[in-house]
């Protein structure tokens, strides 16, 4: 049985940083990308970051490049979603989840290609 914890979110200030680990168990975790997600009420679910099994192959939506950084420890079955220079506007829930094609070795942003959802981390950003 594949399971996706969240962890790290909070309240903090703009202009501040958090570390959103994603611990995954159940699934061989190097073969697989790992995707971040975030949704406020009445919004669709939107990628934010994801990365490929082996960590050469990232996506960032465009209002997280430069302020949040998307890595992997594969030998501790962990994604980290470094968020920095937060703003207002990235208050959400945060939601991880596995790529699990077969055989797909690349990284996509699509929630529809996603499984697995764990049940996210609150993000509060004050202004």
């Known amino acids: 049985e594949v399971q996706i914890v969240e962890s790290g979110g909070g309240l903090v200030q703009a202009g501040g940083s958090l570390r959103l680990s994603c611990a995954v168990s159940?699934?061989?975790?190097?073969?697989?990308?790992i995707g971040w997600f975030r949704q406020v009420p009445g919004k669709e679910r939107e990628g934010v970051s994801c990365?490929?099994?082996?960590?050469?192959?990232?996506y960032y939506e465009d209002s997280a490049k430069g302020r949040f950084s998307i890595s992997r420890d594969n030998a501790k079955n962990t994604v980290y979603l470094h968020l920095n220079s937060l703003k207002p506007e990235d208050t959400a829930v945060y939601y991880c989840?596995?790529?699990?094609?077969?055989?797909?070795?690349?990284?996509?942003?699509?929630?529809?290609?996603?499984?697995?959802w764990g049940k996210g981390t609150q993000v509060t950003v004050s202004s």
């Open positions: 990365i490929s099994g082996s960590g050469g192959s990232i």
């Open positions: 989840a596995a790529d699990l094609r077969p055989g797909w070795v690349g990284v996509s942003c699509y929630a529809f290609n996603y499984d697995n």
């Open positions: 159940g699934i061989t975790f190097a073969d697989y990308a």
